[in-house]
């Protein structure tokens, strides 16, 4: 077969269109805007089009960002913050989202503001911290409006002031801000800055439960619970106390571990009940560590297990539970799960005493008397 027949010039033609294809490519990379790098760095980072490149994401809002674009410089902050496509740096974090919030981006006026209420890569000062709130609030900021709420509701970084910060935390509530509308729900419960409403309370805790925030979950199952602003409601109650534990709120799973236990708004279930307040004894709360301690001993929803109740009765007791003090007394002075210690016995049972536990108290008359 013959060869195609290619003249120099064709080659040359051939050439000189491959350098316009390249220099065309080349500039149009070039030439992307600040705004438009931003787009696709916020695309590579979440994925948008099945292509997920955090640290590609990053070099875009860098470029961006030392253009000047304040879109790209509080992206770029966030990412170091976070340490999303990059290493952790809250420190140059801070200096873009000073860079952005001086641009007025509302956005990094809040996420400024924050860094210095928390001291996260600058140094501690809510005073400035509350200015930036409330620049970001100004401008319709939800999250701006939220946090200078709060700042005016404790007087963290300003002046205390209830009423206004109750009308920043509505402003921010009703652009569905879920910490924003716990907020609300607890000054309406509270009479902070408007007058004591339950029912209104409870309204907001269920529409901030809904936003799956932990701690309205947890408030709108206790009210439930106890029927105080709405109707009581045990089997709802547990399905939200439930939602807050899986969020791992402890008194969340103290208290579903009581109702499984004692059948509260749902089937006895002691095992599972155990099971909730074994995670909270393991985070050092010494109510749940005595609790455990004492079904330990009994094999109430477990195995007994003698040697592993004193450990915890112990643990509680060292942290000043009076109940878990006097159990731990007993089992000394029994040899229950160790060796008899009479003299470490007396010593508990008269710390629970000395705190009013009546059990300690009786203990040490009847000691006394023999």
């Excluded at 948008?48 to 000047?68: I, T, Y």
């Excluded at 008899?340 to 108290?361: F, H, S, T, V, Y």
């Amino acid at each position: 077969m013959r060869r195609p027949f290619v003249t120099v010039k064709g080659l040359l033609l051939c050439a000189a269109a491959l350098v316009c294809l390249c220099t065309v490519c080349f500039v149009r990379a070039e030439d992307q805007s600040p705004a438009e790098m931003v787009a696709r760095g916020r695309r590579l980072r979440d994925g948008d089009d099945g292509d997920k490149n955090p640290q590609e994401a990053v070099k875009l809002f860098r470029q961006a960002a030392e253009q000047g674009d304040a879109e790209g410089q509080l992206e770029l902050g966030v990412c170091l913050e976070k340490g999303i496509g990059c290493k952790k740096n809250p420190k140059e974090a801070v200096k873009w989202f000073r860079r952005a919030a001086e641009q007025g981006n509302a956005s990094a006026q809040n996420d400024l503001g924050f860094s210095l209420m928390d001291g996260s890569g600058c140094k501690k000062n809510p005073e400035e911290a509350v200015q930036w709130f409330r620049k970001a609030a100004e401008q319709g900021d939800a999250q701006g409006q939220s946090n200078l709420g709060s700042s005016l509701l404790t007087g963290l970084g300003c002046k205390k002031n209830p009423k206004e910060g109750f009308q920043w935390i509505r402003k921010a509530a009703d652009q569905g801000v879920a910490a924003a509308q716990f907020n609300l729900g607890n000054c309406f419960e509270n009479g902070e800055g408007c007058e004591r409403n339950l029912e209104e309370a409870v309204t907001w805790y269920r529409r901030a439960a809904e936003n799956g925030d932990a701690d309205a979950q947890f408030f709108l199952a206790d009210h439930l619970l106890e029927g105080t602003g709405c109707d009581k409601n045990p089997e709802e109650a547990v399905k939200w106390y439930r939602r807050a534990a899986e969020q791992d709120r402890p008194d969340a799973q103290f208290c579903l571990g009581y109702c499984l236990k004692q059948g509260i708004g749902c089937e006895k279930n002691p095992e599972e009940g155990i099971t909730w307040f074994r995670k909270v004894a393991e985070k050092g709360d010494e109510t749940a560590q005595f609790v455990l301690g004492y079904h330990l001993l009994d094999g109430i929803g477990c195995e007994k297990n003698p040697e592993e109740a004193l450990k915890w009765l112990r643990r509680a007791a060292k942290r000043g539970q009076p109940d878990a003090q006097a159990l731990l007394g007993v089992c000394l002075l029994k040899g229950v799960g160790c060796e008899k210690n009479p003299k470490e016995a007396l010593k508990w049972i008269q710390k629970a005493a000395d705190q009013g536990q009546k059990n300690a108290k009786a203990i040490l008359r009847d000691l006394e008397q023999n």
